[in-house]
């Protein structure tokens, strides 16, 4: 479904769903649909990577969770950041930019 | 932070199966509404919405990683907890520091000498031996009436040329060697050896070479391989040592390798290595039994095979050479098994004693522990309060145990470095490997496991104290409550029960051990050894070669002697009593048949040794200057050889052959003297058959078997004028003669008691501190049972009681366990003490003298250490205790 190969996404999914995740706790199909259409529908996340993503990010500590209720009036998880999250989005930021710029500095010369 | 998500997940957890599928079926349920929003059929919609999670896929993996983040998330909390108990736990050292410093120093004695004597077990006993496959290297020995002995040159000759289970088959025989390259003889341990001994062991040398096959034959054997002891001390470590010639016994050798350090620790105690080169005519000789012989198996061989083999080899050797050998076997042991020898048993008993040692000091801090609890029970209660389970309070107090007990350890340890080497020094000499004792890997292993081993044993009846309270709201009040009231005294005595049960143990193995201390003083050694003095000297053969040199050198050493001041008497022997060395020969009373040989020590003498040592005749005479080889030869027999040949008939005129002659062609001496039987191998000893020759009738042989070494012993009450005397004497005669070995017989005496001596100081020390220990164990738990009911006894005395009542009752609750515990202190030391049974002298294991002095000094310091605090308690004003 995606118009980008897997591959494109690995790596950086955290970093998206951490950035997202600053606007407040969300449930998992909500961040999914964030990333969605803050790339203007560029990037669709399949289920298979997003949830264990997070299962993955709630382990290192960078995300917590807890029950709420949805908009369905459903009880749902509510993933949010935590400080370790914070400081681990601030160097993927960084570290993201730079390797665009250098990626940046080929392609776009050429 | 940590501690929210710990609260929220304590209160949000469920099951990772339920948290998954719900997750999962919520974001079906949103995306289907999505899918219907944008005009798909409903039935269609939840179709695609399912289809997207992969037909459980996604489900299953999820539970996989969730089941992970959990069990992380449980290691955490865990590891948070410990931390937070560790701190806790620290927390109370620091506010309770007389509490602390008495248990982590009780804890160090314990740890501290059961470490120090561990690290003594792991160097001599347990460590592998320094050279490779030491399973494999056997000491070998020639089994005559079912006795280990030597072998003879023909012997291992016979056996070389015939093993098949060995890869190497080495002889080997003690050696003086007199070093005197420049101005400073040395007397140096050596041994000569066949070129095998070294491969044998598989160390290659440090420097140089071993021996080559070729150095085996007699006239190329001037070569010589030194130890790195030797190397170090007499040649300052100088590597241009390989290929100079030193000067030994008079001759020039070629040094032509030195061994490593690490051949030092194999259990030689040689510094230096010459060839052993037998002769043709050596090698035909079967009888002269004097060569260590060792062999390394092969790899596939078992030792019952080998044993098999030099049984089998021993029957046809019988069968070749009947007339040494008819009733000769062979057979061999692990070398290093003979080399610690009963060291292996004396070491682990004492590392028991001090185990049991350890045992009563964790039984004091249990019970100091206790008695912090008792004064904690309203923190405890608190704590179960606030919702930390029984489980979480178990494990609080086990930390707090291994804190003190890693404290303990550590302060053990620092103890244990100081103490080791002031052991070590104290300790006797000849015990194998004592001296590469260290405080290595292995044995911080086994401190590490004494610290959680008594950290388990502190903890656990404390632990199991409180982890058995089903509610601790009693406790809630004025901090006297339930847990307090409810740590019954029974537990408290239990500890001080079995502490003295411990006590009793080790106390008696002590007593028995001081007892044949005692009897081993008093025992009698047969002669006036007080102001004698001896040195020996041995001659080189190469310019001593001639009987005749060598009696005219002795000659000349004893006349200067006896004529300097300070000497009283002076005599020549070949083997001092109460020294090391010597030799022994097979005496054929005349009449009896060659079965009947006595094996007895022999002693070269010249006429004046008998008043030097001052032994008493029983019967006949001393020798005279009139006994030479052209007059009567003439034998003096003690009174045990005296009675094993001739039974109660008078032994004098009667004649023995010895010490020359051939089977069949007796040689005959006539006995002129008995003299009383002399415990010429320490009083723990039984006196052996022993004989005298005078010096200058013994046959010419007879100097090759003492290789010219004699002792000279003079009388006298000025020990440094008759040292120099001696050393003036031998110096102006031959001043490349080393003197040896210059001891007091006092001096001797005192080295072989040495050993007892040692084990029983440590013996004594150990239990010494195992009953201060257990002492202060019940001082503590009658001082709190007094603190707890001092308004009981302000009652009982307000009411009349005297204070002898009172000290009876209170008393009582520490002397009863004591006698439980004394009780089975008893059994189990009868069950035990036998261990010692090979270090008793005249007494037995279970002697019951020895027993009930024991528990009586037991019952008198436990009632001592009961009475005191119960005797205070009669001192409090009843007032003051009533309005407690």
């Known amino acids: 479904m995606s118009r980008y190969p897997a591959d494109f996404l690995h790596g950086t999914l955290d970093a998206l769903i951490l950035k997202i995740l600053t606007g407040g706790p969300m449930h998992g199909y909500a961040i999914g649909k964030s990333i969605e259409d803050g790339t203007g529908g560029a990037l669709e996340v399949e289920e298979g990577s997003l949830y264990p993503a997070l299962y993955r990010m709630e382990k290192r500590g960078w995300l917590d969770a807890e029950w709420g209720t949805s908009e369905l009036g459903r009880r749902a998880k509510f993933y949010r950041l935590t400080r370790a999250g914070r400081q681990q989005l601030a160097s993927d930021t960084a570290a993201w930019t730079a390797f665009a710029a250098a990626v940046n500095r080929i392609l776009i010369k050429a | 932070m940590a501690l929210r998500q710990r609260l929220r997940s304590l209160i949000w957890r469920v099951p990772v199966e339920v948290e998954v599928h719900e997750e999962l079926a919520h974001h079906v349920e949103l995306r289907t509404q999505e899918l219907i929003d944008r005009g798909v059929d409903p039935i269609e919609a939840r179709a695609e919405a399912r289809r997207r999670l992969q037909d459980g896929r996604i489900e299953a993996e999820l539970t996989r990683i969730g089941r992970r983040r959990n069990d992380s998330w449980a290691r955490k909390e865990w590891l948070d907890e410990l931390k937070q108990d560790i701190s806790f736990a620290l927390r109370q050292c620091r506010t309770h520091p007389g509490f602390t410093l008495a248990a982590v120093l009780t804890l160090a004695i314990g ?43 023909g012997n291992f000759n016979y056996f070389d040329q015939r093993l098949t289970t060995t890869t190497h088959f080495a002889a080997a025989s003690g050696v003086n060697l007199n070093l005197a390259d ?168 004492l590392l028991a004693v001090v185990g049991l040692v350890l045992l009563i000091a964790c039984g004091n801090v249990a019970n100091l522990l206790l008695a912090r609890l008792a004064a904690r029970s309203r923190e405890l209660a608190i704590r179960a309060a606030i919702g930390a389970g029984r489980g979480r309070i178990v494990r609080q107090i086990l930390t707090e145990s ?13 103890l244990a470095w100081w103490a080791l080497p002031v052991l070590i020094r104290l300790a006797p000499d000849g015990v194998p490997r004592l001296t590469t004792t260290t405080l ?75 007892r044949s201390s ?59 009593p109460l020294t ?48 030479i080889r052209q007059a009567e030869l003439v034998m003096i027999i003690n009174e045990t050889l005296a009675r094993a040949a001739f039974g109660s008939e008078s032994a004098i005129g009667k004649r023995i052959s010895c010490c020359e002659g051939a089977p069949g062609k007796p040689h005959y001496k006539t006995v002129v003297g008995v003299v009383a039987d002399v415990k010429s191998r320490g009083p723990a000893q039984p006196a ?95 001082a709190w049972l007094v603190a707890q009911r001092t308004r009981e006894i302000g009652v009982r005395m307000a009411l009349g009681a005297s204070a002898r009542d009172v000290i009876g009752i209170m008393s009582a609750h520490g002397v009863k366990p004591v006698v439980a515990g004394l009780a089975i202190g008893v059994v189990g030391a009868l ?38 605090p119960a005797w205070r308690a009669t001192t409090i004003d009843p007032s003051t205790a009533l309005r407690e």
Do not use: C
């Open chain 2, 111 to 153: 740890i501290g000498a059961t470490t120090a004597i561990f690290s003594v077990v792991h160097a001599v006993v347990l460590k592998p031996y320094a050279y490779p496959e030491p399973d494999r290297v056997l000491l070998t020995y020639s089994i005559w009436r079912g006795n280990r002995g030597s072998w003879s040159v």
């Open chain 2, 182 to 349: 420049d101005d400073q003889p040395e007397r140096v341990v050596g041994r000569r050896v066949t070129h095998d001994f070294f491969p044998l062991f598989g160390i290659q040398p440090a420097l140089g070479r071993i021996f080559t096959p070729d150095e085996d034959q007699p006239g190329r054997t001037n070569v010589v391989v030194l130890s790195h002891r030797l190397w170090q001390r007499r040649f300052n470590g100088d590597r241009t040592i390989v290929g100079r010639a030193i000067r030994i016994n008079g001759e020039s050798y070629d040094v032509v390798g030195v061994m490593p350090a690490a051949f030092d620790e194999i259990g030689d105690t040689s510094e230096a290595w010459v060839p052993i080169g037998f002769t043709p005519e050596q090698l035909a000789m079967f009888d002269e039994f004097y060569l260590d012989a060792y062999a390394r198996i092969k790899p596939d061989v078992s030792m019952a095979q080998v044993n098999d083999e030099f049984a089998r080899v021993a029957h046809s050797l019988a069968a070749d050479h009947p007339d040494l050998n008819r009733e000769r076997s062979a057979g061999a042991d692990l070398w290093s098994t003979f080399h610690v020898g009963d060291y292996r048993l004396r070491l682990f008993v």
């Open chain 2, 402 to 414: 291994l804190v003190l007990a890693t404290f303990g350890g550590v302060a053990g340890l620092i």
């Open chain 2, 440 to 514: 290595n890997g292995p044995v911080l292993a086994a401190a590490a496991a004494l610290v959680g081993a008594s950290a388990l044993v502190v903890g656990l009846l404390p632990a199991w104290q409180v982890g058995r309270r089903r509610s601790f709201t009693e406790d809630l009040g004025d901090g006297k409550g339930a847990l307090s009231g409810a740590m019954k005294p029974w537990m408290r005595q239990t500890l001080i029960g079995a502490q003295a049960a411990l006590v009793m143990v080790v106390l008696a193995g002590a007593a028995l051990l001081v």
């Open chain 2, 518 to 576: 005692i009897n081993l003083q008093q025992e009698p050694i047969g002669f006036d050894y007080h102001g004698v003095l001896t040195a020996r000297i041995a001659l080189p053969e190469a310019q001593y070669g001639s009987p005749d040199a060598a009696r005219a050198a002795y000659r000349s050493v004893l006349e200067r002697v006896q004529t300097s001041p300070g000497v009283r008497a002076a005599a020549l022997d070949s083997q001092a």
């Open chain 2, 580 to 627: 090391p060395g010597g030799g022994s020969n097979g005496l054929l009373p005349e009449g009896k048949t060659v079965g009947d040989l006595i094996q007895s020590t022999s002693h070269f003498v010249t006429p004046q040794y008998f008043s030097v040592v001052n032994t008493p005749f029983r019967s006949g005479r001393a020798f005279t200057d009139a006994d």
């Open chain 2, 688 to 782: 052996r058959p022993e004989f005298y020759l005078p010096l200058m009738q013994i046959p010419d042989v007879a100097w090759t078997w003492t290789g010219r070494s004699l002792v000279i012993m003079t009388r006298g009450d000025d020990v440094p004028a008759m040292t120099s005397a001696i050393r003036g004497a031998v110096k102006a005669v031959d001043s490349t003669l080393p003197v040896f070995r210059i001891w007091t017989l006092d001096e001797s005496l005192s080295r072989i008691m040495a050993q007892a001596r040692f084990n029983t100081l440590l013996m004594t020390m150990l239990a010494a501190t195992g009953l201060i220990l257990a002492a202060l164990g019940i001082y503590s738990v009658i």
């Open chain 2, 831 to 868: 069950a035990t003490t036998r261990l010692l049974q090979n270090q008793l002298f005249e007494v037995g294991p279970r002697d019951p003298l020895t027993l009930a002095a024991t528990a009586l000094l037991l019952l008198i310091v436990g009632g001592a250490a009961a009475a005191i």
